[in-house]
């Protein structure tokens, strides 16, 4: 016989009414590092195992003197549902309709009398070790659960607090529409409506770097400084000078924010536009480009103040058109074949649906990709002029 041993020391509880054989198991079993206890007879290992259930596994012969080894699975399933430890059954009985019903109750192995020793250390190495694997692999499944759980928690109260900022920095301005889509549950795309005390309108769309919590962090400072620079009348050029130095000073070097901000400056009837790193801002009428505002500036949050770029594009007011401005996640956006919406695909959208510029843009989004749940933040915000500089406006802040 090969000399074999196994570890650590796993505790057997060997159940036969044959006190030789149970004996000769036990030793064997001792022999390769295994602690046994040894019953023979069915009732007395029920007041064992009321006593100690650490059992690892249990051996056990069908047919005890006083009682079947599936009475003693039924009794043991009954009292000991949650640490049931494995049951190799021995039997002289090779049958195979009692073997199904072995299984059926709950039998873990089966070995044939005489019973090889050699291989009855093997299975119960085996069978042990496998629960045990289980057992770890159960905990850490209930570890991760929790930490699920403690990360979700977390997370909700995060998007709140998120979602509340931006409440309390943005107003419901009458003309102004937005869908934002985010990719994941904090989105890296803001946008923020404003009027200021003396009457001017303001409009930021703001696109992080990234995806997530980590991309809303980085908007987190320059919602406040837009807010609080607009109750007090700054111009377009001072707010994001400020927001560029507050992303220079504050974020990682790695962290950068597009954006287009539009002020409409009441008492000139002059609309600013700076558009840093975002793509091309439409304003148009009934079909027709009325002009386009394309990117002439970096991204804030990567110039330092002696070369950073605040200048603006102003253009008299219109009471009429509409302003569309969208995020890259919009053209980016692959079909099937791997090939982007396009900016060009925008253009021609929202020049052929002037009515309905938003509804066709998302509808047309959804066709050519097949899907509502894209791989990027996606926003898109219309401007109806006309509504805006009316005046027309409502409520105190906006989701």
Same mark, same amino acid.
């Given at each position: ?26 030793? *064997?079993? +001792? ?17 064992? $195992? ?12 069908? #047919? ?62 085996? $069978? ?17 659960? +929790? ?69 809303? =962090? ?15 009348? *700054? ?32 008492? #000139? ?17 009934? %079909? ?32 009429? %058109? ?18 982007? *919406?396009? =900016? ?6 929202? $020049? ?22 894209? +791989? ?24």
């Amino acid at each position: 016989m090969n000399d074999f041993s196994f570890g650590p020391a796993y505790s057997i509880l060997v159940v036969d009414d044959d006190e030789y054989l149970n004996e000769l198991m036990c030793q *064997f079993l +001792r022999s390769k590092g295994f602690v046994t206890h040894s019953i023979c007879s069915y009732l007395k290992s029920f007041e064992l $195992l009321k006593t100690n259930s650490t059992f690892d596994l249990i051996v056990l012969d069908y #047919q005890l003197g006083d009682g079947t080894g599936l009475e003693f699975l039924a009794d043991l399933d009954f009292n000991n549902k949650i640490n049931k430890p494995p049951v190799i059954m021995i039997s002289s009985n090779q049958d195979s309709v009692l073997l199904e019903n072995c299984f059926a109750k709950g039998v873990t192995d089966y070995l044939i009398k005489p019973v090889n020793l050699s291989l009855l250390a093997l299975k119960a190495s085996a $069978l042990i070790n496998t629960v045990a694997m289980q057992k770890i692999i159960a905990l850490q499944t209930a570890e991760l659960e +929790r930490f699920k759980s403690e990360a979700e928690r977390e997370e909700s109260i995060a998007k709140a607090t998120y979602e509340y900022l931006l409440q309390q920095n943005s107003q419901v301005v009458d003309g102004v529409t937005a869908w934002l889509q985010p990719s994941a549950s904090f989105s890296g795309d803001i946008a923020l409506t404003k009027i200021s005390p003396s009457g001017d309108f303001y409009f930021l769309l703001a696109d992080a770097t990234g995806h997530g919590l980590s991309a809303a =962090i980085t908007l987190m400072p320059m919602v406040s400084i837009f807010s609080s620079m607009v109750d007090k009348n *700054f111009n377009l050029n001072s707010i994001v000078t400020e927001i560029n130095k507050k992303l220079i000073h504050d974020t990682p070097g790695d962290r950068f924010v597009a954006a287009v901000i539009v002020h409409w400056r009441r008492e #000139q009837n002059e609309i600013d536009v700076w558009n840093g790193g975002m793509p091309p801002v439409y304003w148009m009428h009934k %079909g027709k480009l009325l002009h386009q505002f394309d990117s002439q500036h970096m991204a804030l949050g990567i110039l330092e103040e002696g070369m950073f770029d605040a200048s603006v594009v102003s253009c008299p007011a219109q009471s009429l %058109g509409l302003i569309v401005a969208y995020s890259d996640g919009l053209i980016e956006e692959t079909n099937e074949d791997g090939v982007s *919406f396009s =900016i060009d695909r925008v253009a021609n959208i929202a $020049l052929t649906n002037p009515a309905e510029i938003l509804a066709s843009l998302v509808v047309a989004l959804e066709q050519y990709t097949g899907r509502k749940k894209y +791989r990027d933040d996606i926003s898109i915000c219309i401007l109806d002029m006309a509504r805006i500089l009316a005046g027309h406006t409502s409520g105190n802040s906006v989701s």
